[in-house]
């Protein structure tokens, strides 16, 4: 306890130690936040305010755009500060917040994707029974599941990383906190608790995303049965944002969670973890908003543009 309670705090890695590329990585990393936020929050204000989207596809997509902005809000911003101050420090409590929200609104994000895969399921493979399965109460009570999941995921890495003792330096090779870069950092034996943690969580959403990837091999089977052009169309229309937006989720984190973590800060460490934390944020409204005409019709509306 002596040693851990000497870390106060920990300097995370910057994206150039030169002045003026500290306020390029400022002003890009703001213009990428305003974009995620104004997207989500159009996405969110069309479907609360627009009473043809009260349906179980857009309200969880209502949750999607409130994760996507948690997520992005917890590591964005105090980076932008750091740059913006010429600082690198940020507090033990702080890092452990970092975590903590982090895990909470990605875990949640996955978890929800997970209920919307299921719902574009019944709804193509078993539309008789859609109505009464996916009912209101029944998805409140999904997505309250999706968010409770994402908080007992986010309390086991917080607690189990933080439980450990901190004496190899408070370098962090990243520019949030990101646990896999905090283990380097662990002299207790105990971290390998963590690392198991990790790779059971790696396995998990790996075996999560193939019992997505099934449940569309069924739907496509069912929307090719169907005999009208235009209704195939429309089913596919309503799936592909979907099986994006998890692929993009799936395939940027598992790139920089089962990549060789290396002993000095690289490029490469910067690049991955931008995408799989920043890119998939602004990306869901674009994919959600780009093939759906009734979504792009109640944008426009919303914001007064033709």
Not at 99 to 108: E, H, P, T
Not at 116 to 139: F, G, K, W
Request: a positive charge; one cysteine or more.
């Amino acid at each position: 306890m002596s040693n851990r309670t000497t870390v106060t705090e920990f300097l995370l890695l910057g994206f150039s130690e030169v002045q003026e590329l500290q306020i390029l990585h400022f002003a890009g990393f703001l213009m990428i936040y305003l974009a995620a936020l104004m997207g989500n929050l159009l996405i969110f204000m069309a479907i609360a305010f627009d009473h043809h989207f009260h349906t179980p596809m857009y309200f969880f997509l209502m949750n999607l755009s409130i994760l996507d902005l948690g997520s992005i809000s917890v590591i964005v911003p105090k980076s932008m500060a750091n740059s913006l101050m010429n600082t690198r420090s940020i507090s033990y409590a702080g890092c452990v917040a970092q975590v903590f929200f982090y895990f909470f609104w990605v875990g949640a994000d996955f978890s929800l994707l997970i209920v919307m895969a299921y719902d574009r399921y019944v709804a193509i493979c078993q539309p008789l029974h859609y109505e009464t399965v996916m009912n209101s109460r029944a998805c409140v009570q999904m997505a309250a599941g999706a968010w409770i999941s994402g908080l007992l995921y986010s309390v086991l890495h917080t607690g189990n990383t933080f439980a450990l003792t901190f004496c190899g330096g408070n370098m962090v090779d990243q520019f949030f906190c990101e646990i896999p870069q905090l283990l380097k950092l662990a002299c207790s034996d105990s971290y390998l608790r963590e690392v198991g943690v990790l790779a059971f969580s790696v396995c998990l959403v790996l075996g999560c995303f193939v019992f997505i990837i099934v449940s569309y091999i069924q739907i496509f089977k069912s929307v090719l049965r169907i005999p009208s052009e235009q209704c195939r169309h429309k089913a596919f229309s309503t799936c592909l944002p979907h099986l994006t937006v998890v692929s993009l989720f799936v395939c940027t984190a598992s790139f920089a969670y089962l990549k060789p973590i290396s002993s000095s800060p690289s490029a490469l460490n910067l690049v991955a973890a931008v995408l799989y934390s920043v890119l998939p944020p602004i990306m869901n409204p674009i994919i959600y908003s780009m093939r759906n005409k009734e979504m792009k019709a109640a944008l426009r509306r919303l914001t007064g543009c033709r």
